[in-house]
């Protein structure tokens, strides 16, 4: 018969890979709705109003940088719970950079 320390370190296997896994879906799903909901926390008029000049993602968080007209504005958005829930976007006090002028 398994032992309690051999049960309790199925578990913490088990809840190591799950933890992985989420994290690996938070980073390389589709960023669009999460994306939406930052522009919607800028208040953005449209799309053309609020550049997004550049991004990352993390397993915990994702941090866009907009540039509206002169003014750039960086929001992050964070599931609810560590790595699961839904996502809360808030806008920071850092300033964006500028987006790259490509010719």
């Known amino acids: 018969m398994a032992s309690a320390r051999d049960i309790a ?3 913490v296997v088990v809840a190591v890979v ?5 994290g690996a879906y938070n980073t390389f799903s589709d960023m669009t709705p999460i994306l939406k909901q930052a522009r919607l926390s800028l208040a953005c008029p449209s799309e053309a109003a609020c550049q997004l000049s550049r991004y990352d993602r993390r397993p915990w968080e994702q941090r866009f940088e ?9 929001v992050r958005c964070s599931p609810q719970y560590l790595l699961v829930g839904a996502y809360q976007c808030r806008v920071t006090d850092e300033q964006a950079a500028p987006p790259a002028i490509v010719r």
């Open 9 to 11: 370190g199925k578990l």
């Open 66 to 74: 907009f540039y509206l007209g002169r003014q750039g504005k960086v």
């Open 18 to 22: 799950a933890a992985a896994g989420v």
